[in-house]
C-alpha cells in the first residue's frame, strides 16, 4: 500500500473515531461530568456544592445555583432588570450576535448574563449579584451592564449591603465600545454605593479576568474569592511574552492574588454565606453604634443649648 492509500484509510480510522465522540449538546445533557478522578455524577457533584470531594476544585455555576447555596432554595426574589436594545452594531461573524444571544438564553435559562436576587443573610437584607459563565464566557455588555447598575440602585434605593459573585471574561467583544463604557458606568455605580456609605462585598469566583476585574470587581470594600480561581486582567502567556520571565505556578490564582494583597481572604464555597455574614454583623452593628453615638452627642448638645436658653 503506497503512502496516498494509507493516508485515505488513516483519514477515514479518524472520522469513525470523531463520529462516535458524543456532541457538545450530549456531553451538556448528560448526567456525568468530568473532573481530577475522571467522571463524575453531577448530582453527587451537586450534593457537594459543585466541589469536587476529591482534589475540591469549585465547580462553575450558574446564578441560581449560586443563589441556592448563598440564600438557601426558595428564600430569595430574583429581581427583573431592564434589556437595553439586542445588538445595536448588527454584529456578524462566524453566525450572528442574536443568533448567539438566542443559543445563550436557550442554555442557561437567563436573559442576559448577569442576575440580581434580594434575601436575607443574618436577618440582614441584601442584595446579590452574580454573573453566569456559560452565558457568552460570562462576558459583560449593555444589558449584563444595565443589571449590574440595577442591584446598585436597588440596594441604595433599600439602604441594604451590595454583594457580588464577580466572574467572567471581560467585556463583550459583539458590542465594543458599548461593552466598554460599561467599565465607566458600573465603576460609577458603585462610588454612589460607597457615597451612601453601604457595605459592597465582592467574592472572585471562576474566572475573572479582563474588563471585570478592572471596574467593578476590584472596588468592593473587602474581597473573598473561592480557592482556585482564576483573577487575572490579561493572560499569563500575554505577561509572560511581554515580561520575558518564568511566572510562579500558580501566578493568578485566588491563592497568588490573596498573597499579594488583592484578595482579603480564600473561602470555600460552603463557608462563604458565614464569612459574609459575620463581616456584615460586625459592620453594620458599627455603623449603628456610630449613629447612636451621633444622636445621643445632639441630644446633649440640644438639651445644653435649652438650658442656656
Excluded at 484509510?9 to 481530577?36: A, D, H, N, Y
Excluded at 484578595?263 to 464555597?269: T, Y
Aim: one cysteine or more.
Amino acid at each position: 500500500m503506497n503512502w496516498l492509500k494509507k493516508t485515505i484509510v488513516f483519514g477515514e480510522k479518524i472520522k469513525k473515531i470523531l463520529k462516535k465522540r458524543p456532541s457538545k449538546e450530549e456531553i451538556e445533557s448528560s448526567e456525568w461530568t468530568s473532573c481530577c478522578k475522571g467522571p463524575v455524577l453531577k448530582k453527587e457533584l451537586e450534593e457537594n456544592l459543585f466541589v469536587c470531594s476529591s482534589c475540591g476544585k469549585h465547580h462553575r455555576i450558574s446564578c441560581r445555583q449560586r443563589f441556592d447555596i448563598f440564600f438557601g432554595k426558595n428564600r430569595y426574589e430574583i429581581l427583573e432588570t431592564p434589556l437595553p436594545i439586542e445588538d445595536p452594531l448588527n454584529w456578524v461573524d462566524t453566525k450572528s450576535y442574536k443568533d448567539r444571544l438566542k443559543e445563550a438564553r436557550k442554555k442557561t435559562g437567563q436573559n442576559c448574563g448577569a442576575m440580581i436576587a434580594r434575601g436575607k443573610i443574618n436577618d440582614i437584607d441584601v442584595t446579590v449579584g452574580a454573573i453566569n459563565f456559560d452565558f457568552i464566557g460570562g462576558s459583560v455588555g449593555a444589558a449584563e451592564g444595565e443589571a449590574i447598575i440595577y442591584g446598585v440602585q436597588h440596594a441604595i434605593d433599600n439602604q441594604t449591603p451590595y454583594i457580588f459573585f464577580a466572574c467572567g471574561g471581560g467585556q463583550r467583544m459583539f458590542e465594543s465600545p458599548i461593552a466598554l463604557a460599561n467599565m465607566t458606568r458600573t465603576t460609577l455605580a458603585i462610588n454612589e454605593i460607597k457615597k451612601n456609605n453601604l457595605p459592597y462585598i465582592v467574592c472572585f469566583v471562576d474566572p475573572c479576568a479582563g474588563g471585570i476585574s478592572a471596574s467593578f470587581a476590584m472596588l468592593g470594600d473587602i474581597h473573598f474569592a473561592e480557592p482556585g480561581s482564576l483573577i487575572a486582567f490579561a493572560g499569563k502567556r500575554v505577561i509572560q511574552a511581554t515580561v520575558k520571565e518564568e511566572l510562579p505556578q500558580d501566578f493568578q490564582t485566588a491563592e497568588f492574588v490573596e498573597k499579594h494583597g488583592f484578595v482579603d481572604k480564600v473561602v470555600h464555597r460552603k463557608d462563604i454565606k458565614h464569612q459574609i455574614g459575620l463581616i456584615l454583623s460586625i459592620l453594620l452593628k458599627k455603623n449603628s453604634e456610630v449613629n447612636s453615638e451621633e444622636n445621643e452627642t445632639s441630644e446633649t448638645n440640644f438639651e445644653t443649648t435649652a438650658k442656656a436658653s
